[in-house]
């Protein structure tokens, strides 16, 4: 079983960047394809990105797509999501999940998950 713990959120304005983090206990990271979400008040959880590292893939949601970044550091049991030019509708709460899915962006598909982390975006 595997423990995530997400962290970097925080206040920003818009066009800022923000690099959130995943850090993995339990269990090796890699085992994994790692998911980030994020839940808006009032929203349902929306998938913003996957990594995979067998066979390896990536995906973004079109709303991140070309400013937000997925990576992954195996020897730190990291999976990093960096966020370019952020804009008011990225704020949210943000969490990562562990599991193999069956469709990436579908949380119910993920066994494991972190606490999540604040990220506001305002003016």
């Known amino acids: 079983q595997v423990q995530l713990v997400e962290s970097g959120g925080g206040s920003v304005q818009p066009g800022d960047s923000l690099r959130l983090s995943c850090v993995a206990s339990?269990?090796?990271?890699?085992?994994?394809?790692i998911g980030w979400f994020r839940q808006a008040p009032g929203k349902e959880r929306e998938g913003v990105s996957y990594?995979?590292?067998?066979?390896?893939?990536?995906y973004y949601s079109d709303s991140v797509k070309g400013r937000f970044t997925i990576s992954r550091d195996n020897a730190k049991n990291t999976v990093y999501l960096q966020m370019n030019d952020v804009k008011f509708g990225d704020t949210a709460v943000y969490y990562c999940?562990?599991?193999?899915?069956?469709?990436?962006?579908?949380?119910?598909?993920?066994?494991?998950w972190g606490q999540g982390t604040q990220v506001i975006v305002s003016s």
């Open positions: 339990g269990d090796t990271l890699d085992y994994y394809a």
């Open positions: 999940a562990a599991g193999w899915p069956t469709a990436w962006n579908r949380a119910s598909d993920y066994d494991y």
């Open positions: 990594i995979r590292d067998s066979p390896k893939a990536m």
